[in-house]
T-cell receptor, first 112, second 113 residues
């Protein structure tokens, strides 16, 4: 089955700097890659996603890139703010059933 | 608009008790998923419904876990004879249709003592 690895496990950045979180997946049949933000005591919140027919997608300060050949995808957050501090999860799924396989998460701390 | 809601938010059970966790998906969402999230880990898939049909239950860890969605809306996850290793946050997610974005509820934190 699919396996998703996520790095780093923790990331501290200064406010205003950029943050990059990387994930790799094992199953070449996966074609949908969402990113979720989870704050303490809350459920995961979808922040951006990308499908396999696209190499990059951007939404304001957040962007995701996908390299299908290398089977890795990354989340880029620019101009980080304290409210970006949270746990971020990447995930992958195949079309059928689309159950998500998650990475282990990255704790992002933005220091002001 | 209303998102996915789950109840109770917190549940403490003694080992051996049965528990029932409820999920109210976003109105009109066809697909419903249950995930289990252990402390410090990513969510792990348990089971999937399309309307009232349970199409995938490959993630249920044992036959003590049972899920239903009898009318294709509200879903209940039941755990019989709870064990300490069942302690986790149970997340429900719904999506408009297969292959659409999944939206998560706040989760139910189950603690088995």
């Amino acid at each position: 089955g699919e396996n998703v690895e996520q790095h780093p496990s923790t990331l501290s950045v200064q406010e205003g700097d950029s943050a990059v979180i990387k994930c790799t997946y094992s199953d070449s049949a996966s074609n949908y890659f969402p990113w979720y933000k989870q704050e303490l005591g809350k459920g995961p919140q979808l922040i951006i996603d990308i499908r396999s027919n696209v190499g990059e997608k951007k939404d304001q300060r957040i962007a995701v890139t996908l390299n299908k050949t290398a089977k890795h995808f990354s989340l880029h957050i620019t101009e980080t703010q304290p409210e970006d501090s949270a746990v971020y999860f990447c995930a992958a799924s195949m079309e059928y059933g689309n159950k998500l396989v998650f990475g282990a998460g990255t704790i992002l701390r933005v220091k002001s | 608009g209303a998102g996915v809601s789950q109840s109770p938010r917190y549940k403490v059970a003694k080992r051996g008790q049965d528990v029932a966790l409820r999920c109210d998906p976003i109105s009109g969402h066809v697909s419903l998923f249950w995930y289990q999230q252990a402390l410090g880990q990513g969510p792990e898939f348990l089971t999937y419904f399309q309307n009232e049909a349970q199409l995938d239950k490959s993630g249920l860890p044992s036959d003590r876990f049972f899920a239903e969605r009898p009318e294709g809306s509200v879903s209940t996850l039941k755990i019989q004879r709870t064990q300490q290793e069942d302690s986790a946050v149970y997340l429900c997610a719904s999506s408009l249709a297969p292959s659409y974005e999944q939206y998560f509820g706040p989760g139910t934190r189950l603690t088995v003592t």
